[in-house]
């Protein structure tokens, strides 16, 4: 009986790695050739030459299927025309997965060669070692003077470029034409001020009694990431940090942005949560600050045809507006960074952005393709404008507990839990804990 | 005068008639009352508890229909000012899209094929386990349970860079030497999606639990009969075990199915994806193809909803054993 035992051990023990040989070796062939991932292949050729062929691995984040067949069909075409380089490519889904697999294969030393990622990223991971910069390659790049600078910023971190953005997503103001025009104002004249915005808000209500049925200005009260918020700080003239990265949080330009917005919101708003639907989108608002593309559904809907309208956010010094983007980065373990380089270069190039715009509905970084991108949709105009004046998120190690610690903030003063300047304040505070630890 | 007798005799017994007729009558009335009040009472009982089951039911089912009303609305529809419950028209070729967006045929496969041979393995190694911990004495046997225990009170997320450093140097495998170096081991493979799960210290657990309410006259005879320890589990013990394995078979079949973290670290090409990874993909940067996305989780659920239906028996039995000590 110990005999059969052992025979059968062994025998299981056998099985074990036939079989994870087998299914490496079958998903290697689908996954071309991963174990080789970042590393040369000799291939002697029939010439007795040497054809050295390189796998990069790239990891992108959000794993919608229109943006994952377009990087799949970029991958192609790369692969076509640089037959010594292969792109493995993966993606992962925005928020938390891709901040878990990431840490993962960075903490396994798998780290991907290419990453596509957020600007919420990069302070974190430079500091962590995890991205590597770009800067020389990027001064010897003929598109170096045609990348937008608010684009640009967004990768650079202590004077060294990172990442480079590849897709932007602006905030935009929408508004709706039909609802201005039955208001008595001009659909062509959108608000452009603070004070405009407030009048107009005012005109646009409707309410039933108490209750309001349409907001005549859409503002989100709770949210995952209250970059609505940000939208009036950066139009102020504020920011969320100095130059020597400390936060910037309780200052008299987010004081006048809180009583402002308190001085109407809540005669004009029907409350939402900004991960839920814009009561815009929903036809009970008459205004709104927007993610562009969140926008495109009312845009390409017949019934709404010429009701919609678009513009920069009203502003109060500054014209400026919250634009967050996704960049490509070199990551620590790459063994192969002119190759990664060059990819980065052709996912880059003018063919590829505009191509991107056609089909992702991302408007393009590079400066010298606005005529052209405003030429393909009456829309584009405003959104590449508002990717011009587009600020990010801050570009800090502390940046991912600001968010939690902004929308916090915000949350406390537009409920009234708290004053403007004790939630500024407590703010401030535990940031500056935050750092200090 | 003896007609007089006989006439107070017939009265007194016609009293006497009449007397009982009356008793027999409050009998049956009393015994008609009790039976109304019982049968009342049974009625209320069952109007009530019939009335929280409905209640459960329907809160239960609630997000279900949530989901079903959902994947057959347009868009429209979802963003809709007021909630829609019921769709203007069934909009059922939001399956037939949801299904086109990705590789659907490959992710189910993948999905099935881990589960599948997770929970053969797994129920194996468990129950043997399970076994040995229920019946037979070594020395240090509590202590290796205690770690078991253990292990249990370990969140995955602790461990989840160790195992994924573990699968990475994985000896002879994807191209690593003896040494576990040199490649990538067992990322992106089926092994390195199956291996992790087969094992569990829940499951030996629950077959413990289980095993230890078999009466040990069963060994006692089998071993004066002359069977091995390996006989006993295989021919005695396993056949036993329909209701605890089961139970932990529908437990394994959903975690595993349901495992989203770990094929997310372990895979790195779409032809290695899971039905759970693929569900992400209905989501981009600012919005959510709500429709699509409940459409293809009923296709990925049903699957769970099928195998609970079918071993639903088995599964309140099992979660009972070990409950009761005999």
């Known amino acids: ?437 | 005068m003896k007609e007089e007798v006989l006439i107070r005799g017939k009265i007194r017994n016609r009293g006497k008639i009449q007397d009982r007729e009356r008793i027999l009558n409050q009998e049956k009335v009393r015994e008609l009352k009790a039976l109304e009040i019982n049968f009342c009472s049974i009625n209320g009982y069952k109007l009530l508890t019939g009335t929280i089951a409905v209640i459960l039911v329907v809160l239960t089912a609630f997000p279900f229909l949530i989901m079903l009303s959902v994947s057959l609305q347009t868009m429209k529809e979802i963003y809709a000012p007021e909630l829609v419950f019921i769709p203007e028209k069934a909009q059922f070729v939001n399956y037939v899209n949801a299904m086109k967006n990705g590789n659907w045929g490959r992710y189910m496969f993948n999905s099935i094929y881990i589960t599948t041979i997770v929970v053969i393995i797994s129920l194996f190694i468990n129950s043997m386990t399970g076994y040995v911990f229920a019946r037979i004495n070594f020395k240090g046997k509590n202590l290796l349970f205690i770690l078991l225990l253990v292990g249990m009170m370990i969140p995955p997320q602790v461990t989840m860079v160790p195992l994924f450093i573990m699968m990475r140097r994985f000896p002879l495998a994807g191209g690593n030497n003896i040494w576990g170096a040199g490649g990538t081991g067992l990322i992106n493979t089926y092994t390195g999606l199956i291996l992790p799960f087969i094992a569990g210290s829940f499951g030996v657990f629950l077959c413990r639990q289980f095993y230890m309410t078999f009466p040990k006259d069963l060994d006692n005879s089998a071993l004066i009969d002359g069977c091995s320890r390996f006989k006993i589990f295989v021919r005695i013990y396993l056949p036993l075990s329909k209701p605890v394995l089961a139970s932990l078979g529908i437990l394994k079949f959903t975690g595993t199915w349901n495992e989203y973290t770990w094929p997310l670290i372990m895979t790195n090409s779409d032809s290695m994806k899971t039905v759970q990874i693929a569900l992400t993909m209905f989501r981009d940067e600012a919005e959510v193809i709500w429709n699509q996305l409940m459409a293809a989780t009923i296709i990925s659920s049903a699957i769970i909803y099928i195998l609970f239906l079918l071993l639903q028996k088995y599964f309140v039995a099992g979660i009972l054993a070990g409950s009761l000590k005999e």
């Open chain 1, 1 to 437: 009986m110990k005999k059969f035992v052992t025979i059968l051990l062994i025998c299981t023990m056998l099985l074990g790695i036939c079989a994870s040989y087998t299914s490496c070796s079958s998903s290697d062939k689908n996954s071309e050739s991963s174990d080789k991932s970042s590393t040369l292949q000799e291939d002697p050729t029939s010439k007795g030459e040497v054809d050295k062929t390189v796998t990069l691995t790239f990891l992108r984040i959000g794993n919608d299927a229109p943006e994952a067949n377009y990087w799949k069909s970029l991958i192609k075409k790369f692969e076509e025309e640089n037959k010594n380089i292969k792109i493995q490519y993966d993606d992962a889904a925005i928020g938390e997965p891709m901040e878990t697999k990431l840490n993962t294969l960075f903490a396994g030393g798998a780290g991907p060669d290419i990453i596509g990622h957020g600007i919420l990223s990069v302070a974190n991971r430079v500091e962590a070692g995890h991205y590597v910069p770009i800067t020389e390659y990027f001064n010897q790049w003929e598109g170096k003077d045609d990348i937008m600078e608010s684009v640009l910023a967004n990768g650079t971190y202590k004077s060294e470029v990172y990442g480079l953005a590849y897709s932007t997503t602006p905030y935009i103001f929408a508004y709706r034409k039909d609802m201005f025009a039955e208001a008595g104002l001009d659909p062509e004249k959108p608000p452009q001020t603070w004070d405009e915005l407030r009048e107009y808000a005012r005109l646009l209500t409707k309410k039933e009694g108490d209750r309001i049925v349409r907001a005549g200005f859409a503002f989100p009260m709770a949210a995952g990431n209250f970059v609505e918020f940000d939208v009036f700080v950066f139009g102020n003239g504020g920011r969320f940090y100095d130059d020597s990265n400390m936060p910037t949080i309780n200052t008299p330009d987010k004081v006048e942005v809180f009583e402002f917005l308190k001085s109407f919101i809540d005669e004009v708003n029907i409350p939402y949560n900004n991960n839920e639907v814009n009561p815009f989108i929903k036809g009970n608002a008459a205004m709104t600050l927007i993610n562009n593309v969140a926008l495109r559904p009312m845009l390409d809907d017949p019934e709404l045809k010429d009701k919609v309208g678009v513009a920069v956010p009203p502003y109060n010094k500054v014209k400026a507006t919250f634009s967050g983007c996704n960049m490509l980065f070199i990551g620590r373990d790459c063994k192969n960074k002119d190759e990664a380089w060059k990819f980065i270069e052709a996912a880059l190039s003018k063919e590829q952005v505009l191509e991107r715009s056609k089909q992702l509905n991302i408007p393009v970084t590079r400066k010298s393709l606005l005529e052209e991108f405003s030429k393909l949709d009456p829309y584009n105009a405003v959104r590449a404008e508002c990717v011009q004046v587009g600020i990010g998120m801050p570009r800090t190690v502390w940046s991912p507990r600001f968010q939690t610690i902004r929308n916090e903030m915000v949350q406390k003063v537009l409920y009234s839990k708290m004053s403007i300047e004790e939630a500024l304040n407590e703010a401030q505070n535990e940031l500056m804990k935050e750092i200090n630890q």
